[in-house]
């Protein structure tokens, strides 16, 4: 799953793709915003919202590898920090949840921070293990918490409160959703300015040749701590959605461990690493066709397995390079005919 330099396949930023990725997203998060009304029911929305927050943990991993390969295999630890950060202080301290929003950010964020200061100098695959690490013995500290955490048998989450005469009823999805396309939209935005800013740039140059930009004078550490603990407080605060939209937490690897931490990368690496948008098209494709593949049972897993060697092989710079490669052969047949047309028509 992989953003490139030329010789790991990322799908670069040029000049076309700056736009052309906010063009993409527009549209299908503006589709996404009409599911509700168009489909109905609670069935069809809670599959969307799950489409939504994959996209966003994926675009916040891609945040971190794509475009200065910091190797987060802890992800999932961040999300479980928000998770029972935002809950627990809801719990103990009679905060709102959505104040709880902020703290679940700031547990992750500081988790990134002391996790960045102590690994950032190192590379590859030291930080992806450090970050494995301290993602298992959180878990497992909630685990054996149980006088505070409930551990193995559960935390009771409380939903949101009412807001704008907006009630986050249980029963109802469709509130959920619209506050988290409205959470994703919101972060996506600020991710978006970041990775074409100045610091966007850097980053790049960082990823690109590390020994290089520091020899002329950029903190690397610096940056680096920056874009970790930016996306670890993001992540942070969709653990924290997550919490209160779910309703129940439980500290398993399914929920906030390796299991989850694939998924999310699968889905940075289907979508198209050094994209962000990319990350869009991978959840739309990897979770729609788990839906769809639901009742072949166990079938469904091996060819949801088969189909992620396909792309990955077909598509090393992922579902959104293959996507830019199809218009950018659109826009040059559209050119030619139109040159073609010309000379004809001068003849």
């Not at 200065?68 to 961040?78: D, E, K, Q, T, W």
């Not at 998770?83 to 103990?92: D, F, P, R």
Request: charged share 15%; hydrophobic share 50%; aromatic share 12%.
């Amino acid at each position: 799953m992989s953003a490139t330099s030329s010789s790991d396949g990322a799908v670069r930023d040029g000049a076309g793709s700056r736009f052309a990725g906010p063009a993409i997203i527009l549209v299908l998060l503006a589709a996404l915003a009409m599911v509700p009304g168009i489909v109905g029911g609670r069935y069809l929305p809670a599959v969307f919202t799950s489409i939504l927050l994959f996209f966003i943990l994926g675009a916040l991993f891609d945040f971190m590898l794509g475009y200065l390969r910091l190797v987060n295999f802890g992800i999932a630890g961040f999300l479980c920090a928000g998770a029972y950060g935002s809950a627990l202080s809801v719990q103990y301290f009679h905060i709102t949840p959505w104040t709880g929003l902020l703290i679940g950010g700031l547990a992750s964020a500081l988790i990134g921070l002391i996790t960045g200061v102590l690994t950032l100098r190192l590379r590859g695959i030291y930080i992806g293990l450090t970050t494995l690490f301290v993602m298992e013995t959180l878990r497992y500290t909630i685990s054996n918490a149980r006088d505070i955490t409930r551990g193995a048998s559960g935390l009771t989450v409380k939903p949101f409160t009412p807001l704008f005469d907006l009630s986050f009823s249980r029963g109802d999805p469709i509130t959920y959703y619209y506050l988290l396309l409205v959470m994703v939209v919101v972060v996506y935005a600020i991710l978006h300015t970041i990775v074409h800013s100045r610091i966007g740039l850097v980053f790049k140059a960082i990823r690109d040749d590390e020994l290089g930009t520091s020899v002329l004078g950029v903190n690397v550490v610096g940056y680096k701590l920056f874009n970790f603990v930016v996306a670890s407080f993001f992540v942070g605060v969709f653990g924290a959605f997550y919490a209160h939209y779910i309703g129940i937490l439980v500290p398993t690897s399914e929920e906030f461990g390796i299991q989850r931490t694939v998924e999310i990368l699968t889905i940075a690496y289907v979508g198209g690493r050094g994209t962000l948008w990319g990350s869009l098209l991978g959840a739309l494709f990897l979770v729609g066709m788990q839906e769809v593949l639901r009742d072949l049972q166990e079938w469904r897993l091996v060819i949801y397995g088969l189909s992620l060697i396909l792309i990955i092989t077909l598509f090393p710079s992922g579902l959104a390079g293959a996507l830019r490669e199809a218009l950018a052969w659109i826009d040059a047949r559209r050119t030619r005919r139109n040159n073609r047309t010309a000379v004809e028509g001068d003849a």
